[in-house]
């Protein structure tokens, strides 16, 4: 009970990045149950693990198999949560944490869950598009994908992208430019593209490119990811059960009070301002509690 209500909280309270990183951890944990449950059964681990995938694992990760894809239209979702090994979902969650708490505590929540349901689509629908052109380039490639590497480079590229100068500081390394970081990664992955280590560097460089585009529309205000995230409330409120309207008394407005509510945000956008400068001199880690909390709770308010 006492895990169950620490969980509890940390969702409520812990923002979009937790609560992104709790459901990628229930769903690996559940691929770990259902691992031990066909342990008997298998024989082995090996066995084991081709019962888990073809039972369960096949009906929630994706493909570049069209005909396939059709079928299980859900996958376009679902793959961007799966993991079956420990070192994917760690390293995945890793930098989810890293850069989603930048992108949170900068561009809010909502933004956050835009940038990573979009760059997952992204990259997927760039892997199915290379697996299609060039067959022979990624091997494997009809097999599946899953992981949430192509939405986790989104929100890492993206942030990067919209404050490229910000300073970060690394372990081992110290402090560096967060677009360095973010380089070092893409790279990675260009060169990874048909080495034929099993990794769907295609769909890393989808989710990448979703990030970095949307960011840069974001500079220009065009808000890719939280109109997705909007449309998405939209269309959930309207299955959800509708209120019966309530008589209500209206006040007229008191001017005095609008007034100073008005120059109230003026400042706090200030300060909001100020904080931001603050970490493209010096970093993230050079704010203050206070600083980091005010950033915190403006960006949920977004």
Same mark, same amino acid.
Request: proline share 2%.
């Given at each position: ?20 990183? !709790?459901?990628?951890? /229930?769903?690996? %944990? =559940?691929?770990?149950? +259902? ?6 059964? @298998? &024989?082995? #681990? ?74 997952? !689509?992204?990259?997927? /629908?760039?892997? %199915? =598009?290379?697996?299609? +052109? ?6 494997? @490639? &009809?097999? #599946? ?158």
């Amino acid at each position: 009970m006492a895990l169950q209500n620490d969980l509890r909280m940390k969702w409520h309270t812990g923002g979009m990045t937790v609560r992104l990183i !709790l459901i990628n951890v /229930a769903v690996f %944990v =559940a691929m770990v149950l +259902a691992y031990l449950l066909f342990l008997p059964a @298998g &024989g082995s #681990g090996m066995g084991a693990q081709l019962l888990r995938d073809h039972y369960v694992v096949q009906w929630l990760r994706s493909t570049a198999d069209l005909h396939l894809l059709a079928t299980r239209p859900w996958t376009v979702l679902t793959y961007m949560f799966v993991h079956t090994g420990l070192g994917h979902i760690f390293w995945n969650m890793i930098l989810l944490w890293f850069g989603g708490r930048l992108f949170e505590d900068l561009l809010g929540g909502k933004r956050l869950l835009g940038h990573y349901l979009l760059g997952g !689509l992204s990259g997927l /629908a760039l892997y %199915v =598009a290379v697996n299609n +052109a060039m067959p022979g380039l990624h091997v494997g @490639g &009809g097999m #599946g994908i899953m992981g949430a590497s192509a939405g986790v480079l989104s929100v890492f590229i993206g942030i990067a992208a919209y404050r490229p100068e910000m300073i970060v500081n690394l372990i081992l390394i110290g402090p560096v430019k967060l677009m360095y970081v973010a380089a070092v990664f893409l790279l990675l992955d260009l060169v990874g593209i048909g080495s034929g280590d099993g990794v769907a560097h295609e769909a890393h460089i989808g989710g990448a490119l979703y990030g970095f585009i949307a960011a840069r529309q974001l500079t220009k205000g065009r808000d890719w990811s939280l109109g997705l995230v909007n449309t998405l409330e939209k269309l959930t409120s309207l299955f959800k059960r509708s209120k019966a309207p309530r008589m209500r008394v209206e006040k007229r407005p008191d001017a005095g009070k609008t007034q100073r509510h008005a120059a109230a945000q003026q400042q706090k956008q200030a300060r909001i301002d100020a904080i931001l400068d603050k970490i493209s001199r010096s970093g993230y880690d050079s704010l203050s509690k206070e600083e980091k909390d005010l950033l915190f709770k403006a960006s949920n308010d977004q």
